[in-house]
C-alpha cells in the first residue's frame, strides 16, 4: 500500500504541524494520537478511517476543520481517485 507523506512545518515544545500528502490509495498506516490534535482539510476528497472498532468514511470539503482527543488509533486512507491532503497540528504537552 502506498504511504501518506508527512511534511513537517513546525515543531516546538507547544505544537506540532505536519501537513499529510496522499496520492490515491495512500495510508498513513495504523498510529495512536499521543495529543489532542486539530485537522484542516486543504483539499475535498474521501477519507477512510478504519479502527479497531470501526470503519467509516470522511467526506468534509477543502477548509474544514475539526478537534480530536488524545487516545484516537486508526488508519486513516484516501478512498478518492484524487490528490488529498490536510494539516494536522497537534497540541503537546507544556514544559514543567
Partial sequence: MLKAVPVSFVENNEVRVTEWQFAPGAATGHHRHDFDYVVVRLTDGILR??????????????????????????????????????VEVELLDHPG
Avoid at 484516537?72 to 488529498?84: F, K, P, R
Fill in 49 to 86: 478511517l478504519i479502527s479497531a472498532a470501526a470503519e467509516a468514511k470522511s467526506e468534509p470539503k477543502s477548509g474544514v476543520a475539526y478537534f480530536r482527543k488524545a487516545g484516537v488509533e486508526h488508519d486513516v486512507i484516501n478512498a478518492g481517485n484524487q490528490y488529498l491532503a490536510f
